[in-house]
């Protein structure tokens, strides 16, 4: 082999041909990018366990509540009530239809189990979504002698929320000339058995 021959230089590339070469060795350092950015954001939408959880349904074991007694569980990020309520509670639901927006329950954000004056199943027990309809607050429980100046003298127990004064019975159904315009919401809901609740599951047991 000759001399000339070793010190050759290299022949130059086609302008073309150099322009394809640096195209593809950019667009391989993109791609590398690309992926190296997309893992976390594919990460980043896969659903935590919590996320998951905010759509299925809630067991409530009701065996330790006593007549009376309230017990607040989360579901879909919302507090749930499962409330007691005693014989004298249930006689408080009667007697004052006319002084309430809704005393039926009719209106479209009502399920059919709310459709009575107890707005429940089991007339004892009253699940509801303690969320004012107004503005989202949360309602406190107000039962009868509570003493509160906010409420009537004659009041007969239910539930009051604070941040603009709207009033509720104690099966969550609103006082005529509150600013919240509708009753609280029952969610769905089903006995697994005598003791256990499912909210958010309304399909027959």
């Given at each position: 082999?000759?001399?000339?021959?070793?010190?050759?230089?290299?022949?130059?590339?086609?302008?073309?041909?150099?322009?394809?070469?640096?195209?593809?060795?950019?667009?391989?350092?993109?791609?590398?990018?690309?992926?190296?950015?997309?893992?976390?954001?594919?990460?980043?939408?896969?659903?935590?366990?919590?996320?998951?959880?905010?759509?299925?349904?809630?067991?409530?074991?009701?065996?330790?509540?006593?007549?009376?007694?309230?017990?607040?569980?989360?579901?879909?990020?919302?507090?749930?009530?499962?409330?007691?309520?005693?014989?004298?509670?249930?006689?408080?639901?009667?007697?004052?239809?006319?002084?309430?927006?809704?005393?039926?329950?009719?209106?479209?954000?009502?399920?059919?189990?709310?459709?009575?004056?107890?707005?429940?199943?089991?007339?004892?027990?009253?699940v509801a979504v303690g969320i004012c309809t107004h503005l989202g607050c949360s309602p406190n429980n107000a039962p009868k002698g509570g003493n509160n100046p906010s409420?009537?003298?004659?009041?007969?127990?239910?539930?009051?929320?604070?941040?603009?004064?709207?009033?509720?019975?104690?099966?969550?159904?609103?006082?005529?000339?509150?600013?919240?315009?509708?009753?609280?919401?029952?969610?769905?809901?089903?006995?697994?058995?005598?003791?256990?609740?499912?909210?958010?599951?309304?399909?027959?047991?």
């Amino acid at each position: 082999m000759s001399e000339h021959t070793l010190n050759a230089p290299a022949p130059l590339l086609p302008p073309d041909a150099d322009k394809r070469t640096w195209l593809l060795a950019t667009a391989a350092a993109a791609s590398v990018g690309v992926v190296a950015t997309a893992i976390p954001f594919i990460e980043t939408l896969t659903p935590s366990e919590r996320a998951k959880a905010l759509g299925a349904s809630v067991e409530v074991d009701i065996a330790d509540l006593r007549p009376g007694d309230m017990k607040t569980v989360e579901w879909r990020g919302k507090p749930v009530w499962v409330v007691r309520r005693t014989p004298e509670m249930l006689d408080a639901l009667q007697g004052h239809d006319a002084q309430l927006v809704d005393p039926q329950s009719l209106r479209d954000q009502q399920p059919v189990l709310a459709q009575n004056a107890a707005r429940s199943i089991r007339p004892e027990i009253f699940v509801a979504v303690g969320i004012c309809t107004h503005l989202g607050c949360s309602p406190n429980n107000a039962p009868k002698g509570g003493n509160n100046p906010s409420l009537p003298s004659d009041w007969p127990g239910g539930f009051f929320c604070p941040c603009h004064g709207s009033t509720f019975d104690g099966a969550g159904r609103v006082y005529k000339n509150k600013p919240a315009p509708t009753n609280l919401e029952i969610p769905a809901h089903r006995y697994a058995s005598d003791t256990r609740i499912l909210i958010g599951d309304d399909a027959a047991a």
